[in-house]
């Protein structure tokens, strides 16, 4: 039978925070005619009237991507119009969030829904797991210098990962407003929300180091 040889448990944890680097936002139009595919942004009027602001302005159109439309019904009877568009729109550069966010909110039909924040895939992971790596070798080393004995391997290792970024990030509902200002006149405080975005990434890792025979 196999016995568990001499060990130490050490507890670390390391914090990181990360800032998002790119962003999707995410928009309703109310629509007064019905079309799918691509062809809705396109020949739907309402539409294809905030893809234009938003590709003259210089967004790529393979950054706005129709998610779904809803098909309006009246008395149990499908109806040609009346549709309710859902977009989806790539900021790749943040400088542009602001302008961006407010094309849409500028649109007589479009409502803003929500933003999700992105961010570098598994950097601030990696960055906060080797730190408390190091963290606990460095911890474990001074443990088993106190008691007299010498590291000789890992016998165990537990990793966990938190990220405290929330299921739903910015969950701001806007209606269209009046145009009164031009997009570069329009400051930030109006938009009444976070413009800029991070989070942070905790690590926590358990190793047990076997070690020499205590005493």
């Known amino acids: 039978m196999d016995t568990k040889p001499d060990t130490i448990k050490i507890n670390t944890s390391q914090r ?5 680097t790119h962003a999707d936002l995410f928009a309703t139009v109310k629509g007064s005619s019905l079309f799918s595919g691509d062809a809705a942004l396109k020949k739907a009027k309402e539409v294809s009237q905030l893809v234009d602001e938003l590709t003259r302005f210089g967004l790529p159109m393979e950054a706005i991507h129709l998610q779904s439309v809803y098909a309006e019904a ?33 649109q007589k039909n479009a409502t803003f829904e929500r933003v999700q924040w992105k ?19 460095a911890k474990a080393e001074k443990v088993a210098a106190k008691l007299g004995v010498k590291l000789l391997g890992i016998y165990q290792l537990n990793e966990n990962t938190f990220d405290q970024e929330a299921p739903m990030q910015e969950m701001m509902h806007f209606s269209a ?17 976070d413009i800029q975005h991070s989070k942070t990434i905790e690590v926590h890792v358990e190793i047990e180091y076997r070690v020499s025979a205590f005493g």
């Open 16 to 20: 990181e925070e990360i800032q998002a």
């Open 119 to 137: 961010y570098p895939d598994e950097a601030g992971r990696d960055t906060a797991l080797e730190k408390a790596l190091g963290k606990a070798q």
């Open 177 to 193: 407003q009046p145009k009164a200002r031009s997009v570069s006149a329009v400051p930030q405080a109006d938009l009444g929300m």
């Open 74 to 106: 009246a008395g149990g009877v499908l109806r040609s119009s009346n549709a309710i568009y859902r977009l989806r729109i790539r900021c790749e550069k943040l400088e542009q969030f602001t302008d961006l966010l407010i094309i849409i909110t500028n």
